[in-house]
């Protein structure tokens, strides 16, 4: 009995790598509003924090909190790779020398007719 070369499931979390690039994308953006707002609001305040001083201590953990999430948001839409670029990758995973040039043709052919039957 043979096995699949390319997995089923494999395929199915191929395809939610672009729905996951999309939701960090959006809460990239959410990151970002949110220290947009919290900072106008701590200039708004500025002039109150000698008598608000919870206020605006409150305001600066939020900045702080949330560029560090939006830090690591950003470095996971830098490393998380693109579909063409992991079905590439595991295609290529079965290259060797001997067939190196026959594979390279196959990979490029094979990823573009995958991509379209996943469209």
Do not use: R
Not at 6 to 22: E, G, H, M, Q, R
Not at 90 to 109: F, G, P, R, S, W
């Amino acid at each position: 009995m043979k096995g699949y070369i390319i997995s089923p499931s494999w395929i199915f979390w191929v395809n939610t790598l672009d729905k996951f690039k999309a939701a960090l994308a959006a809460l990239f953006i959410g990151l970002f509003v949110v220290i947009i707002v919290n900072y106008a609001s701590l200039v708004v305040e500025e002039g109150n924090c000698w008598t608000n001083e919870k206020l605006c201590e409150s305001y600066k953990k939020t900045i702080h909190k949330s560029m560090v999430i939006l830090i690591a948001v950003l470095l996971l839409l830098i490393f998380v790779p693109g579909k063409i670029t992991v079905i590439e990758m595991q295609l290529a995973k079965h290259a060797t020398y001997e067939n190196a040039e026959a594979v390279l043709k196959q990979i490029e052919d094979a990823a573009k007719y995958i991509v379209e039957n996943m469209k």
